[in-house]
């Protein structure tokens, strides 16, 4: 990990790191501290609320609740206690500020455990309001849906057995067999610039996790950050290996065409810096690492 955590993109170099930090702190459970109550809170939950144009929001208002996709199962960012049923990780606090500014309090949001593969379908149906969930902005997924953001930057990496001495970077990949999420960013990157490379598919990254635990699979690949946090659940068994080859831009996910929701959210970002950061602290930074928050990029 010497490289990587030496490398000239402070932003990416200070995401990781904080979050495989926070992680080992907290013993590798449940992804870390997250704001469990209103007032700790570094925002309120705003008051008559309007925003002309967007059908999402007047859904949202008419139902007095807000649907939210997630991810369920990656420390750190969007994680599920099976035991309390509890939703924690900064992914997870960035859904529930923007519930908030659009005047619906946490006891209203209804959080849809979402496979990547069906995120678009998700927003397209209306099943869900938004997405907020490691959800990489792409040319080709802004065809169906539409971004607010970028929140949070990060990058492509390699998750190996401790005892594996034969990858050690993306250059060692030709004739392994590499798992990731099914409809992924990362599973498209290999599948088009690593020939060579066989894949492997499921619905979620614990499930490639469990494969390359059980030797099903040689290397699990996805964004950097996740990554690091199933190795610091288990690091006598899992490790990060490389450096990121790719850079990652989560942004929130929208229906096509809600361009006044789109920049809604984008204002609350902007105007946001400082609430941003005391999410951030109080999730992915816990070991006091600070990271800059990305512009967001207006379309």
Avoid at 33 to 54: E, H, L, W
Avoid at 120 to 145: F, H, P
């Amino acid at each position: 990990m010497k490289n990587f955590f030496t490398r000239k993109k402070p932003m990416l170099v200070a995401a990781t790191a904080a979050l495989a930090l926070s992680l080992s702190a907290c013993g590798g459970s449940g992804g870390g501290a997250s704001p469990s109550s209103t007032d700790q809170a570094p925002y309120k939950v705003a008051d008559n609320v309007s925003i002309s144009g967007s059908p999402t929001f007047d859904a949202i208002k008419s139902s007095g609740k807000v649907r939210i996709g997630v991810k369920q199962d990656q420390p750190g960012l969007g994680f599920k206690d099976a035991a309390t049923g509890e939703y924690t990780g900064f992914d997870i606090e960035i859904a529930k500020w923007i519930a908030a500014s659009l005047g619906i309090s946490k006891d209203k949001i209804e959080f849809k455990p979402i496979p990547s593969a069906n995120r678009e379908s998700a927003i397209t149906n209306g099943d869900i309001d938004y997405y907020v969930g490691t959800y990489s902005i792409t040319d080709k997924r802004k065809q169906l849906i539409d971004f607010a953001g970028p929140y949070f930057v990060t990058g492509q990496g390699l998750l190996v057995k401790k005892d594996n001495s034969t990858i050690n970077s993306e250059k060692d990949l030709s004739g392994k067999n590499v798992c990731s999420a099914t409809g992924s960013t990362p599973i498209q990157n290999i599948k088009a610039n690593f020939p060579g490379t066989k894949t492997t598919e499921f619905d979620t990254y614990s499930q490639c996790v469990e494969a390359l635990k059980s030797g099903q699979v040689d290397a699990v690949t996805t964004d950097q950050a996740i990554l690091l946090g199933y190795a610091a659940q288990e690091p006598d068994s899992l490790k990060v290996v490389g450096q990121p080859f790719t850079v990652e831009k989560y942004g929130v996910g929208l229906k096509k065409g809600d361009t006044a929701l789109r920049q809604f959210i984008n204002k609350t970002f902007t105007d946001g810096g400082t609430v941003w950061q005391k999410l951030y602290d109080q999730t992915l930074g816990q070991s006091g690492t600070k990271v800059q928050q990305p512009a967001v990029e207006n379309y």
